[in-house]
């Protein structure tokens, strides 16, 4: 079973910057989407952002300017850069990769900004 192995969290001032890293355990076959979700305590998992097969990124309003998505379908690995973060950016980030059959997720995270 392919697993995802995220890295890259932490605790940092607010206005810093960290760089989050997921990797496939495995080799992973027509990648459709790649992605970052967060989930705050008491809240609901969102989509931070994501990048399509061809390219094509997207980016939750909130961190839009701030956050920057990249990948490798490849290699099945997907980057998150993120500046300028806010104390509103504390939580647990998960990745998550699909193709047309399966969905895979990391097991998070944990992303702390402090005021």
């Known amino acids: 079973q392919v697993q995802l192995v995220e890295s890259g969290g932490g605790l940092v001032q607010a206005g810093g910057s960290l760089r989050l890293s997921c990797a496939a355990s495995?080799?992973?076959?027509?990648?459709?989407?790649m992605g970052w979700f967060r989930q705050a305590p008491g809240k609901q998992r969102e989509l931070v952002a994501s990048?399509?097969?061809?390219?094509?990124?997207n980016y939750a309003d909130s961190v839009k300017g701030r956050f920057f998505i990249s990948g490798d379908n490849a290699k099945a690995t997907v980057d998150l850069q993120m500046n300028s973060l806010k104390p509103e950016d504390t939580a647990v980030y998960y990745c998550?990769?699909?193709?047309?059959?399966?969905?895979?997720w990391g097991q998070g995270t944990q992303v702390t900004v402090s005021s």
């Open positions: 990048i399509w097969r061809g390219g094509t990124t």
């Open positions: 495995g080799s992973i076959f027509s990648i459709s989407v």
């Open positions: 998550r990769i699909l193709t047309a059959r399966d969905v895979y």
